[in-house]
C-alpha cells in the first residue's frame, strides 16, 4: 500500500449532503456526514427538518452505511491488485 491516508466524498442520500469518507492504512474509516451528526444535536435537528422539507426520511446508518462499506471493499480491492502486480 502506497498510501497513509486516502478519500472520496460523494452526495449522500442518507443526509442529503455532500460527505467525505476518509479510509488510513489501517483500514480505519471516518464519515464527516457520520460525525457531525454523532458530535451535534443542531446538526440531527437539521437533518430531521431537511427530512420534512424532502417529505423523506433521511437515516444514517454510520459506520454501516453502505457506501462507506463499498468505497471500503473498493480501496481493498485497488491495494490486493496491486499487491498482486508487485509480486509479479
Known amino acids: 500500500m502506497d498510501w497513509k491516508i486516502t478519500s472520496g466524498t460523494f452526495n449522500c442520500g442518507a443526509v442529503a449532503d455532500e460527505v467525505t469518507v476518509i479510509v488510513k ?18 446538526a440531527q435537528l437539521q437533518m430531521l427538518e431537511r427530512s ?3 417529505k423523506r426520511t ?22 490486493r491488485k496491486s499487491i498482486a502486480a508487485d509480486t509479479k
Do not use: A, H, P
Open 25 to 42: 492504512s489501517d483500514w480505519s474509516v471516518q464519515c464527516s456526514g457520520f460525525d457531525k451528526l454523532k458530535n451535534s444535536r443542531r
Open 58 to 79: 433521511l437515516d444514517c446508518k454510520g459506520m454501516q452505511c453502505k457506501r462507506i462499506t463499498e468505497y471500503l471493499e473498493k480501496l481493498q480491492e485497488e491495494n
Open 52 to 54: 420534512l422539507d424532502l
